[in-house]
């Protein structure tokens, strides 16, 4: 199958070459806006200087998208109707309802697959805490506490579209702590109802968010936290979970950046009565990054083997923006400025 790739930046060069090591697909076309970017491109790759023109003109089976925010919804609606595979980058929209136009095509064409790269999700710290709690070896959850942050909104030698509402449609809740919602999420296999947040653009004053603070509680009663900031001077992951008989940390995550830290899992087994707060832990860590190649396997078999996409889905995409959303209406200021007009 031939493959086209929307957007050829650093994540998109991450997925050619995740592509070639790991599938029998080939990329045949790329889009790509920057002149001096093309001059990476391989020869014998076909270029086109706007997706659109990728899209209606390249012969390609699969198109995998990593555009700027206000392009992602338009670019995967436009390749489902053109009868192609998706795979496209977080966040899939700038708005909930931008997304649910892509969720009504892709209802018209079933035969078609569609995956939203919550890339985190692939990573082995977190694929080893989800079976701890699938097992249900330490009872069930009962909070959440996840710290998210980098020192300033553009980074990694990114361009400045991030700090534009119109381009990004929000800001570093909506670029890189939607990371962490989804892991709570996926995680918990939980959805969160009651929300409660402060969001907040003092320090950086663009017009979209430098920080997030938010609390939320499901309707099972898991109480989650979550501070996503763009004012952490050392950057930080750190994800706590609580469960009825010890606790899982996962903290660091291996990053092309390599500014999180060692990506590092703690088990931690606890008896109140026994140890007195101080109780039994194990620690693994990480030494590989393998989440983007186990992210495109995964992607791959679904195509190959025409299984259902089970993590990334439209309707995991859907619900964290719903959440993303709810989080910052939450805020009555928030709300006021820019969703009461």
Not at 191 to 217: C, R
Request: charged fraction near 25%.
């Amino acid at each position: 199958m031939n493959v086209g790739i929307a957007g050829y930046g650093v994540v998109g060069k991450t997925r050619h070459r995740s592509i070639e090591s790991n599938t029998s697909f080939k990329v045949t076309a790329i889009s790509e806006s920057s002149k001096q970017v093309c001059n990476s491109i391989p020869s014998e790759v076909d270029i086109y200087h706007d997706y659109k023109s990728l899209i209606s003109d390249s012969n390609i089976d699969i198109i995998f998208i990593s555009l700027p925010n206000q392009f992602a919804a338009e670019a995967a609606l436009l390749s489902l109707q053109k009868g192609l595979h998706v795979f496209c980058e977080k966040p899939p929209a700038r708005t909930y309802a931008e997304l649910l136009g892509v969720k009504d095509q892709s209802l018209k064409q079933p035969n078609l697959k569609l995956m939203y790269g919550f890339n985190h999700r692939f990573h082995l710290s977190v694929e080893e805490a989800k079976l701890i709690i699938d097992q249900n070896t330490l009872g069930k959850i009962i909070n959440m506490k996840g710290v998210y942050g980098k020192s300033q909104m553009i980074s990694f030698n990114q361009t400045d579209w991030r700090t534009s509402r119109e381009a990004a449609g929000g800001g570093i809740l909506l670029d890189q702590g939607i990371h962490m919602l989804d892991l709570m999420r996926y995680l918990s296999s939980d959805n969160f109802t009651k929300i409660f947040s402060f969001i907040d653009n003092a320090f950086w004053n663009f017009d979209v968010e430098d920080n997030a603070y938010v609390l939320m509680k499901s309707s099972k009663g898991l109480v989650a936290q979550l501070h996503s900031s763009a004012t952490q001077w050392r950057h930080v992951f750190n994800l706590e979970i609580t469960l009825e008989k010890g606790s899982l940390i996962l903290g660091g995550l291996l990053t092309g950046s390599k500014s999180y830290g060692d990506e590092v899992l703690t088990v931690i087994t606890s008896d109140p009565l026994i140890d007195k707060g101080v109780p039994r832990e194990s620690t693994t860590k990480y030494n590989e990054d393998v989440s983007w190649d186990n992210e495109i396997k995964y992607f791959s078999n679904a195509l190959e083997n025409n299984t259902s996409i089970e993590r990334g889905s439209i309707d995991d995409a859907l619900d964290t923006m719903k959440l993303i959303e709810a989080i910052y209406k939450a805020d009555p200021i928030w709300k006021e400025k820019y969703y009461n007009n």
